[in-house]
Antibody, heavy 116, light 113 residues
């Protein structure tokens, strides 16, 4: 059974940093691209970052480019999202997802609140 | 960027009825290489993470009931739910996976009368 378990969320002040982690199990992690997607409270879904299976390439929307960094440790089957210079508009639930033919499996999500 | 225009914003139906949800993309999602449309549909029940229903526009994910049907090609896509059940109460989203940035439709809230 595919499982994606996020951690690292919480309350953080504007301008500060936070690092999310996602531990994967139930599939061969190193074979899959991975993606972070977020959802602001009561709002829709927004793509945040993607990374190839080797970690050799990464992709970001303009809204987070230069502030967020996606990375992975295939030996630990773990995906990361380093978030710097956080803004109030980054407040959201962040989902770790597996990227196959499309985004197929989702974690339960972790809440990040950016507020003073 | 590819813009995904999803409609309607919300709809309310009785159990047993059929619903259609539409997504229109600002560019074609059809790959000339493999003739597949990079369009997926997701269901998000209250308090849960999204669940994949349909990918490649019309391929049902394993375990998804056959009353969920995806159709369309190019720029116009539809999710049809036949014989709606109370358990189908959820938000539904389309996603284009053709090119970065990945973009979602704005969502459709399905309510059961």
């Amino acid at each position: 059974e595919v499982q994606l378990v996020e951690s690292g969320g919480g309350l953080v002040q504007p301008g500060r940093s936070l690092k999310l982690s996602c531990v994967a199990s139930g599939f061969t992690f190193k074979n899959y691209w991975m993606t972070w997607i977020r959802q602001a409270p009561g709002k829709g879904l927004e793509w945040v970052a993607s990374i190839t299976n080797t970690g050799g390439s990464t992709y970001y929307p303009d809204s987070v480019k230069g502030r967020f960094t996606i990375s992975r440790d295939n030996a630990k089957s773990t995906l990361y999202l380093q978030m710097n210079s956080l803004r109030s508009e980054d407040t959201a639930t962040y989902f770790c997802t597996r990227d196959s033919a499309t985004v197929d499996y989702w974690g339960q999500g972790v809440m990040v609140t950016v507020s003073s | 960027d590819i813009v995904m225009t999803q409609s309607p914003f919300s709809l309310a139906v009785s159990e047993g009825e059929m619903v259609t949800i539409n997504c229109k993309s600002s560019q074609s999602l059809l790959s000339s290489g493999n003739q597949k449309n990079y369009l997926a549909w997701y269901q998000q029940k209250p308090g849960q993470s999204p669940k994949l229903l349909i990918y490649y526009a019309s391929t049902r994910q394993s375990g998804v009931p056959d009353r969920f049907i995806g159709s369309g090609s190019g720029t116009d896509f539809t999710l049809t739910i036949s014989d709606v059940q109370a358990e189908d109460l959820a938000d539904y989203y389309c996603l284009q996976h053709y090119s970065y940035p990945l973009t979602f439709g704005s969502g459709t809230k399905l309510e059961i009368k």
